[in-house]
């Protein structure tokens, strides 16, 4: 049975763009569309979106809100939640946790709802590597 799988930021990006991402997490992302598992993203990455766009740092020929509304259109893809108690986990994360907020959000929503990231982040990766959380490098 496929495990349902969060995508940071760069991951949903990528996934929107119809860019190259690993078989790995290409299978991982088919997987859990096909068993309904559930391909997740966090509302973190909304902002992030947002964040990037208004710094020019990324160009969308749709607004980031009706970019974000497509990302959830795609087959499989929902919405992670973001509770007070995953927030308040970020904040407490087994070193060696990820220093940027948005990852650490990322991180606890994994840790709490058992999802496998795809990310290809600096600072996930080797928190996955550690034995903190599952991932799958894109």
């Known amino acids: 049975m496929a495990r349902p799988v969060l995508l940071d930021t760069c991951a949903a990006i990528w996934l929107m763009n119809g860019d190259t991402m690993s078989a790995a997490s290409r299978a991982a992302i088919r997987a859990a569309q096909t068993d309904n598992a559930g391909v997740y993203v966090s509302p973190i990455s909304a902002w992030e979106i947002a964040t990037l766009v208004a710094r020019n740092r990324l160009h969308l020929t749709l607004s980031p809100e009706a970019w974000f509304a497509a990302l959830l259109a795609l087959p499989g893809v929902r919405l992670a939640a973001?509770?007070?108690a995953v927030l308040i986990a970020s904040a407490?994360?087994?070193p060696p946790a990820p220093k940027d907020p948005a990852d650490r959000m990322i991180?606890?929503?994994?840790?709490?709802f058992g999802y496998v990231v795809v990310t290809r982040d600096g600072e996930l990766l080797p928190y996955a590597q550690a034995g903190n959380l599952e991932a799958i490098a894109c």
């Open 92 to 94: 407490s994360l087994p």
């Open 107 to 112: 991180a606890a929503a994994a840790r709490a």
């Open 82 to 84: 973001l509770p007070p």
